[in-house]
């Protein structure tokens, strides 16, 4: 009776096993390059939505969502609609490896856009195989000067300039500034690619800080931390220049320890183009009078600018795809970079492919219309999106306006000691109602 | 002999079950390979609480820590050292398992809350300990790369095969000898030391070595667990191990039933199953971005519920029971 009863357990056991591999069996074979059909175009974005820098940038996926949209009810791309598929990736790699994964095997995406977060998508490009895949990695919300590594990220395009850029550039205006130039200069960054990329630009430029850099761990900036590094540094004689160089959450944290120990005031203030958003700013608590005069920089049109074109396109555009959400720096960011992925899918031509996509904007992608005050420097060499910035001063609205009144544009590589060199570009024209009809 | 002929079936039971996995490895997608991958790692994970809290008695809620040790291990020996992948997974499994005999020395005088505690401790600070050794690779970590596969397995042969056929070997064999150790004497004293701490010293066992023991074994399996992790997502940082990892594998492990190591897969497959539930779910009848995210941590919940009302000792134990019943039934039958 035993030994039926076990024999009873063994067949269980392998009707179990037969019926999950025909189950399993069942998957659709894949098509060559998927995530495209005759009616539809699908794209993937994956990102934090929750979490503290969910806080923060879960307003890009539905501010490209919104340009989508708006592009579909424009009728599409060459008759295409175009579908977003979101995960949420809570900034953490795992998830990211995961969530972007299953946008590739799972949702068939067409291509990648807008991923956001350097240490997560480094992981995720290498867990999806993207490049083994031929998967477009398209305009990466990252600054991390690795991402422009053809060889190891053979499908990725960034969009934000290089943070070794953006460092290179606030060592320029430091030096060029005569009320900050005596001063001695601090620098409290992230301890990943995005700090690192960004010490690297300093020691690039020249530039020596009065002490090595404060480095704290991605996500993990406290409040006790920063207070301490802050009390530290107010017995600098002076009014000491303290760099920023992390999130916007990070930042607030900072400017909230400066409120609580009455030290607003005795810095001056830079803050790098991430972590400088002054409406996120705002809403994470941090009073208007801390934020009036911190100098920040951008390679965007303040995102308060209604006199600029491609802000009071976008702006009409979140009002109406984009219900109950306040138009800002990261919804200008999301917007843009959908607009760029229109104008790359309208290069590739009718006949879509992964292949054609790649090739259009390494050939094109340089003169795509887009919202950014710096020249884009897409080529068959460069994978990297904008390459300057300029640099403002916000005020109590949140308002960034140019330093000295004019607004001055820098440009600049990410590996060579050459100083960076005022730019005199032009950008191209918001096309007609937003929707691009480039070729 | 009766000893001889269980563990010879065991063998040969795992010996199928291996060629079944091997069969079903050539038959489904990729995205069901990468899946069933991360179930063989979770399984490894899961088992590994199994281990120190249904076993041995004792509560750990900072596994995700122990995985970091054993992911760190595994990421330095292939990136320095430029070993095999498989050494570097034995490597993750001895140094956490020895990371884990001085832990479990350590913790020997603690017992329940105050040892949950430590556990905790670790877990919450391991990763800041992490970041201030340049040499782990600070909060972007160190890339775990396995290299492709094999090319005598022919061109069509994914990576995600390849991570499907490593994982599973991987939880086969370190199951196989778990439930073997489990059924030896070994698994007797861990049993004893759990149901009653003082009758097992009084019968002469050594409380402060074997709780050591359950814990480096159990250190080590979470090492080959947390090596397989990252070798799964191509990289090892700090944030791969959040304390959250802890409690879904505490979750998994109440799901499983934390005294047996019978259905362990299924809490497994739950942590894998649960995501992919909650997005059809959401697709099918919609709801707000609040909703979507939500979902899986309160699905999660309810069937941790559900576990402790319906099944507290897991689903496999259910099934014991049951089984347990038709041979009292059938030997009735028979005597009649």
């Known amino acids: 009776m035993i030994r039926n009863t076990r024999m009873k357990r063994f067949s269980i056991v392998s009707v179990v096993a037969t019926v999950g591999a025909l189950v399993f069996s069942t998957l659709p074979a894949q098509a060559a390059d998927p995530g495209v059909s005759a009616k539809e175009i699908v794209l993937g974005y994956s990102g934090p939505l929750t979490g503290s820098a969910g806080q923060v940038y879960g307003k890009l996926p539905g501010a490209m969502k919104a340009y989508f949209d708006h592009i579909n009810a424009n009728g599409g791309v060459y008759g295409r609609k175009i579908k977003l598929v979101v995960r949420d990736d809570k900034y953490l790699p795992t998830l990211a490896a995961t969530q972007t994964t299953n946008l590739v095997l799972n949702d068939k995406v067409f291509a990648l856009v807008g991923a956001l977060g350097t240490a997560t998508h480094s992981k995720a490009y290498a867990a999806a195989s993207l490049a083994k ?104 004689p002076g009014k000491p220049v303290l760099v920023l160089f992390g999130t916007t959450d990070s930042t607030a944290t900072i400017l909230k320890a400066a409120e609580k120990l009455s030290l607003v005031s005795k810095f001056n203030w830079i803050a790098g183009s991430v972590g400088g958003d002054a409406n996120t700013l705002l809403a994470l608590g941090v009073k208007p009078a801390t934020i009036n005069g911190i100098l920040a920089a951008s390679f965007f049109p303040d995102a308060k600018d209604a006199t600029d074109s491609y802000v009071s396109a976008f702006t009409s555009i979140n009002t109406k795809y984009n219900k109950g959400v306040s138009f800002d720096n990261v919804v200008l960011q999301g917007m843009n970079s959908a607009m760029l992925t229109v104008q790359s899918l309208r290069a590739a031509g009718k006949n879509l492919t992964r292949t054609g996509l790649i090739k259009a904007i390494e050939s094109k992608g340089a003169g795509f219309a887009s919202a950014g005050l710096v020249p884009l420097n897409f080529s068959g060499s460069s994978r990297v999106g904008y390459n300057g910035y300029w640099f403002g001063q916000l005020n109590e609205k949140g308002e960034l306006k140019p330093f000295g009144g004019k607004l001055t544009t820098y440009t600049t590589d990410s590996s060579s000691t050459s100083a960076p060199t005022a730019s005199s570009y032009e950008r191209k024209p918001v096309p007609k109602n937003g929707v691009p009809t480039n070729s | 002999m009766l000893k001889g002929s269980a563990t010879k079936k065991r063998l040969f039971g795992f010996i199928i079950l291996g060629w079944i996995l091997l069969l079903i490895s050539d038959r489904i997608g990729e995205l069901r390979q990468y899946q069933g991958a991360f179930v063989a790692m979770y399984t490894l994970a899961i088992a590994s609480i199994i281990l120190l809290t249904g076993y041995s008695g004792q509560l750990s809620l900072g596994h995700s820590a122990l995985m970091a040790v054993g992911a760190y291990a595994g990421a330095l020996s292939i990136n320095n050292f430029k070993l095999h992948p498989v050494i570097a997974l034995v490597i993750a499994v001895l140094i956490a398992g020895i990371f884990g005999l001085l832990l479990g020395y350590a913790a020997a005088r603690l017992s329940g809350p105050y040892l949950a505690g430590t556990t905790l401790a670790l877990a919450v600070s391991l990763p800041t300990i992490a970041n201030q050794f340049p040499v782990l690779g600070g909060e972007q970590g160190l890339v775990f790369d396995i290299g492709t596969p094999p090319a005598r397995f022919g061109e069509d042969f994914s990576q995600y095969q390849w991570f499907f056929w490593i994982s599973c070997l991987s939880a086969l064999i370190m199951i196989w000898f778990l439930v073997n150790l489990l059924s030896s004497r070994y698994g007797r004293e861990f049993r004893a030391l759990r149901d009653n701490p003082t009758a097992a010293q009084l019968a002469g066992l050594n409380i402060g070595r074997q709780k050591a023991l359950a814990f480096s074994l159990s250190a080590g399996i979470a090492g080959l667990s ?111």
């Open chain 2, 226 to 336: 947390g090596g397989l992790l990252v070798m799964l997502i191509s990289g090892v940082s700090p944030s791969a191990f959040p304390l959250s990892l802890s409690f879904l594998l505490l979750a998994g492990a109440v799901v499983t039933g934390v005294y047996s190591l019978k259905g362990v897969i299924i809490g497994a497959l739950v942590l894998v199953a649960i995501p992919e539930i909650a997005e059809s779910v959401v697709s099918r009848i919609g709801g707000s971005e609040g909703f979507t995210t939500s979902l899986p941590g309160f699905m999660v919940s309810s069937l941790l519920i559900l576990a402790v009302l319906f099944a507290p000792n897991g689903p496999g134990h259910l099934l014991h029971k049951k089984s347990t019943l038709n041979i009292k039934d059938n030997s009735r039958e028979g005597n009649k």
């Open chain 1, 133 to 236: 895949k031929n998967v477009p990695d398209l305009f990466v919300n990252t600054g991390f000067s690795g991402f422009a590594d053809k060889a190891k990220y053979p499908t990725t395009f960034t969009i934000l300039p290089s943070y070794a850029m953006e460092a290179k550039i606030m060592a320029k205006f430091i030096k060029d500034t005569p009320t900050l130039a005596p001063q001695a200069s601090f620098l409290i960054a992230q301890d990943d690619e995005f700090g690192v990329d960004g010490v690297n630009g300093f020691k690039l430029a020249g530039h020596t800080f009065a002490a090595p850099a404060t480095l704290y761990p991605q996500g993990g900036l406290s409040a006790a931390l920063a207070e301490g590094a802050l009390t530290k540094l107010s017995a600098v």
